[in-house]
């Protein structure tokens, strides 16, 4: 899944260098393996801390931790090739983490609704709501600390009540492989 959201950033970051940044065509050809290096990096990293992160935290902290994954990609970019970004790249930077947090969070929307499953909320941020409103059962919504996104999907915890009626649309309710799409 990691590798996915590297694809996502490397087809929307191409364009974009073409259009903010005076790039030639050799030079991101000439660039692309050690491009591609580090986002395999990247993505290894994130994994391997994503496997051992969920054992050890509760998944509100988790995903905090592991939504900065465009960071590591950062850090990498910066330790291993000495890139550093102009003002543009940063704003480039934060647009494509907020992309990134759209689709991934999106996806799981997106899964969850497919299968039936209530969800009841979708952020970007954590923290104070800063701006939401209600569409159907879902709020949609933006909280003060870009760090990270969440879909609260109904039936996550084990433990969590919910109202008879809506028992079957939970998650834990779903079998197997509905529930690792989602």
Known sequence: YTFIHFLVVAALALPCAFFFENVAGAAIADAALPLLYVGILSSAFTFALMANVVRYIPASRASILLS??????????????????????????ALMFIA?????EGGHLVAAKIFGMKATKYFL??????????????EYGIKALPLGGYVRIIGMHPLEEVPPEDEARTYRAKPFLQKSVV
Do not use: D, K, Y
């Open 125 to 138: 941020g954590f923290g104070p709501t800063l701006w939401s409103f209600q569409r159907g059962e879902t």
């Open 68 to 93: 900065t994954e465009v960071l590591f990609g950062a850090a990498s970019g910066f330790i291993m090739l000495g890139e550093r970004l102009s003002p543009i790249g940063w704003a480039g930077a």
């Open 100 to 104: 990134i947090l759209m689709i991934h």
